[in-house]
């Protein structure tokens, strides 16, 4: 961040925004669309996209499109400011419902496609005389496995939050009782 950043963040949020961003790099995010999206999270009002610009020292038309490509997440909206024409900014604050849409983002773009495409090829297989039973078992076993994850995963997001809160605070338990299931089981 250059210098207009450093006189007008805190030096804890420049620590956040900037890792923020390195950390979207690694989630396959590019970094300033992270970074506008730290900022915001930690603005307690809405902002401009000119004022985005200035306290992260990054061009306007980079903000806009970063703007854009949060506001497809459906993690950042557009809100209005009495007295100001400009469109202003705001993050979603809620963490858990955060996690919520991108983590449905993040399956709709990425896991409900390879299904589609692992649900292609397993009825391609099976139609096929010639088919390898080895590739067909692996396909089959990769498709059962993300249908399974998919469901649990669907579960759990359609939990109220609290309830979310709530198994997350068991997942130890969870273990713990399964495992002791499971040595039941073997005994």
């Not at 900037?18 to 009002?45: D, K, Y």
């Not at 773009?109 to 397993?122: K, S, Y």
């Amino acid at each position: 961040m250059s210098e207009p950043a450093k006189n007008t963040l805190a030096p804890v949020a420049q620590k956040f925004i900037l890792h923020w961003g390195e950390m979207g790099t690694r989630w396959g995010i590019n970094r300033t669309v992270a970074q506008v999206h730290a900022l915001l999270f930690l603005s307690p009002h809405p902002l401009p996209a000119d004022e985005i610009s200035e306290t992260l020292a990054v061009a306007r038309s980079n903000v806009s499109t970063s703007l854009r490509e949060l506001q497809g997440w459906r993690i950042v909206r557009v809100v209005h400011v009495l007295g100001d024409r400009r469109d202003h900014f705001e993050s979603i604050k809620d963490v858990w419902e955060i996690f919520r849409i991108v983590s449905e983002e993040r399956k709709r773009r990425e896991i409900d496609p390879t299904l589609h495409v692992l649900a292609e090829c397993v009825r391609e297989i099976k139609s096929s005389p010639q088919s390898d039973a080895y590739t067909r078992e692996r396909l089959e076993s990769m498709l059962e496995f993300l249908t399974a994850m998919t469901g649990l995963f669907e579960e759990i997001i359609r939990m109220p939050t609290g309830a979310l809160k709530g198994v997350v605070k068991l997942r130890g338990k969870v273990i713990t009782l399964l495992g002791s299931e499971k040595k039941k089981a073997a005994g």
